[in-house]
Each structure stands twice: as structure tokens, then as C-alpha cells.
């Protein structure tokens, strides 16, 4: 693996987040100075649980088929890289982001 590449990528991203993380902070902590409503605030705080709440169960449906396709290849015996192997794991991605969606419009 070379880290000489990896480190320099995941350190971008971290800053990123930061910068991100920050300037909503930032925003935030502006609408309550300003003393925006208190139901302006408080949708603020219900959008940002929801979104959370909804962003894991994002992330749970993708990675729960990703995982089902990876025992799926070791089950076949795939143990190199082909087009089929990298298909099942693009499908099983794909099967995960519509099953969020299914889930995501029932829950609403």
C-alpha cells in the first residue's frame, strides 16, 4: 500500500470536514445571536437529528449489501479481481442506496 499517497488524501479530507464542521457551527451559533425564533432554532435542531438519524440508516443499507455481496464472492471463490466481482460489489452498492430510498420514503 502506498501511504505516500493515502496520507496526503486523507489529510485534505480532514480538513474539509473541519472547515465544514466549523463554518455550520458558525452559522448556527449566528441565527441564535441574531435571536431568531425559537421555532427557527428548533427546526434547526430537529433537521440536523433527522439528518443524522437518516444518514445511518444510509450508510447501514450500503454497507449491510456491500457486506452480503463480499460473503458472496468468497462463497463463489472469487479470489481475484474481475469484471463479475467488481460488478456484484457495484450492484450490491446500488441495491443499498435504493433500499435507503424504499426506506427513506416510507419512513415519511
Given at each position: 500500500?502506498?501511504?505516500?499517497?493515502?496520507?496526503?488524501?486523507?489529510?485534505?479530507?480532514?480538513?474539509?470536514?473541519?472547515?465544514?464542521?466549523v463554518?455550520?457551527?458558525?452559522?448556527?451559533?449566528r441565527?441564535?445571536?441574531?435571536?431568531?425564533?425559537?421555532?427557527?432554532?428548533?427546526?434547526?435542531?430537529?433537521?440536523?437529528?433527522?439528518?443524522?438519524?437518516?444518514?445511518?440508516?444510509?450508510?447501514?443499507c450500503?454497507?449491510?449489501?456491500?457486506?452480503?455481496?463480499?460473503?458472496?464472492?468468497?462463497?463463489?471463490?472469487?479470489?481475484?479481481?474481475?469484471?463479475g466481482?467488481?460488478?456484484?460489489l457495484?450492484?450490491?452498492?446500488?441495491?443499498?442506496?435504493?433500499?435507503?430510498?424504499?426506506?427513506?420514503?416510507?419512513?415519511?
Amino acid at each position: 500500500m502506498d501511504y505516500n499517497l493515502i496520507l496526503p488524501v486523507v489529510l485534505v479530507l480532514g480538513i474539509v470536514y473541519a472547515i465544514k464542521s466549523v463554518v455550520d457551527g458558525h452559522t448556527r451559533r449566528r441565527i441564535v445571536e441574531a435571536r431568531g425564533s425559537e421555532e427557527l432554532v428548533r427546526s434547526l435542531l430537529a433537521g440536523d437529528t433527522t439528518k443524522r438519524r437518516l444518514a445511518a440508516l444510509h450508510w447501514g443499507c450500503v454497507l449491510l449489501t456491500l457486506a452480503l455481496a463480499f460473503g458472496l464472492v468468497d462463497l463463489l471463490g472469487i479470489d481475484r479481481v474481475t469484471p463479475g466481482a467488481i460488478a456484484l460489489l457495484l450492484g450490491a452498492t446500488g441495491l443499498g442506496n435504493v433500499v435507503y430510498f424504499v426506506l427513506d420514503r416510507r419512513l415519511k
